[in-house]
T-cell receptor
């Protein structure tokens, strides 16, 4: 079975500071990994995804994530936080069952950005 | 513009009533999904469908039903058998492909409150 653990349900950073949101996964097969962002009372928007190839993945809004197989991690980073980054972030791992692709989500990390 | 629409945005239900949440997509995606979101629990899969007239139970299907009569539409019915239906419901869709790397696109969600 696959699972995702997001360390820290709430993270607070100052505007301009580094953003680091942690995600560890468990998977018996090579994983496909995703980061989504959710603004209040809205749906989820894809930030970035790792499938195969380059382990450093760049996404939208200046975010990037690095797939580290040895650490089973896929942490999300952004060099300089902006007020507009305040949202909830979800890490997810995908599994193909033979008939369908299924996503398993972490419990989310709420990012607060302060002045 | 292609996308996913969900209606209504807010829905109130009395105990013992069935309600149906609408999900429509014009992305020409084969696969569609319903998730339930509760605070601190991330997203949990209710039902998914890979093709018209076929659907499978997800992790928390009890008390819910779906239909997939058209490729564009995947309505979810919350029945009176669902013991705790108050939640935020998200619909998603994706292309269908082997491997599990397909991005899921999300609608804006429906917030259901049981009075």
């Amino acid at each position: 079975a696959q699972s995702v653990t997001q360390l820290g349900s709430h993270v607070s950073v100052s505007e301009g500071a580094l953003v680091l949101l942690r995600c560890n996964y468990s998977s018996s097969v090579p994983p496909y990994l995703f980061w989504y962002v959710q603004y209040p009372n809205q749906g989820l928007q894809l930030l970035l995804k790792y499938t195969t190839g380059a382990t450093l993945v760049k996404g939208i809004n200046g975010f990037e994530a690095e797939f580290k197989k040895s650490e089973t991690s896929f942490h999300l980073t952004k060099p300089s936080a902006h007020m507009s980054d305040a949202a909830e972030y979800f890490c997810a791992v995908s599994r193909y069952t033979g008939t369908a692709s299924k996503l398993t989500f972490g419990t989310g990390t709420r990012l607060q950005v302060t002045l | 513009d292609g996308g996913i629409t969900q209606s209504p945005k807010y829905l109130f239900r009395k105990e013992g009533q069935n309600v149906t949440l609408s999900c429509e997509q014009n992305l020409n995606h084969d696969a569609m999904y319903w998730y339930r979101q509760d605070p601190g629990q991330g997203l949990r899969l209710i039902y998914y469908s890979q093709i018209v007239n076929d659907f499978q139970k997800g992790d928390i299907a009890e008390g819910y039903s779906v239909s997939r009569e058209k490729k564009e539409s995947f309505p979810l019915t919350v029945t009176s058998a669902q013991k705790n239906p108050t939640a935020f419901y998200l619909c998603a869709s994706s292309t269908q492909g082997q491997g599990g790397y397909n991005e899921q696109f999300f609608g804006p969600g429906t917030r259901l409150t049981v009075l």
